[in-house]
């Protein structure tokens, strides 16, 4: 099972007793925040949930699957996200 915006947009609208509209643009504005800080090369933390920053991954030799010959892949940025501990000891508890 998947959680998707929709659900998230749903959930916010029924606990918060707000008009479906208006919860998808609080999902929305949320999404956009982390995403603009994390553009700006900011970290973003969620106490008790997690954060989220940008990795950098370095050049690497990688192979083409369908030929074998060697290329090279350039250095990329990659976001990642970490949990935080109350996240993580609710997991645990499943």
Known sequence: M???KADLVEQVANHADIPRKQADQVVQV?????TTA?????????RGFGSFRIRQRGERVGRNPKTGAKVLVPPKKIPYFKPGKHLRETLLKL
């Open 38 to 46: 994390l553009q700006s090369g900011e970290k973003v933390e969620l």
């Open 30 to 34: 949320i999404l956009e925040s982390i």
């Open 2 to 4: 998947t959680m998707t």
